[in-house]
């Protein structure tokens, strides 16, 4: 039932990524695209796509919220991940016991916060796995077709 759900929220959500709004007719527009000039744009990202990234990162061991901020970045390809929203996601995956957290003196510096994988944690990372699989081969058939249709 997991992997419905998750596949449920991938599939649905596929264009999220806030972009200027295009003022159509309405004033209102898609998020996900918008046409500057003559030319279009499109942002074509999975939604919720951080949360198994974030997963994905954890899963290579305990860390705390600064480096999985940069791993997150290198995982995302963003520049700069919301430190804020980080957290929060943190917290809900918590309340959720997706990942567990301890405070950690041993590090350098101040106490930090370390956040580790549970088990439950390792299963939806495996059920994200699937489900991206799912929609990468849905992408990949369009990218065919398309392909295919720009030849003739």
């Given amino acids: 039932m997991l992997f419905i759900y998750v596949f449920d929220i991938c599939m649905r959500h596929t264009y999220t990524r806030r ?4 003022a159509g007719r ?5 998020r996900w ?6 030319e279009w744009q499109v942002e074509a990202r999975v939604s919720r796509f951080v949360e ?3 997963l994905l990162t ?8 600064y480096d999985l901020a940069d791993q997150l970045g290198a995982v995302l390809g963003a520049e700069r991940i919301d430190y804020g929203n980080l957290y929060r996601l943190l917290r809900r995956l918590e309340d959720e016991e ?20 549970t088990r439950s944690g390792a299963q939806l990372l495996e059920a994200w796995a699937e489900a991206l699989e799912v929609t990468r081969d849905g992408i990949s058939e369009f990218l065919n077709t398309y392909t295919e249709r720009n030849k003739q």
Avoid: C, F, M, Q
């Fill in 98 to 117: 997706i990942v567990s957290s301890e405070w950690n003196d041993d590090l350098p510096g101040r106490s930090k916060r370390t956040y580790s994988l």
């Fill in 33 to 38: 695209r918008r046409k500057v000039g003559e």
């Fill in 58 to 65: 954890l899963a290579n061991g305990p860390n705390h919220g």
């Fill in 19 to 22: 972009v200027r709004r295009h």
């Fill in 26 to 30: 309405h004033g209102r527009g898609a």
């Fill in 52 to 54: 198994p990234a974030l």
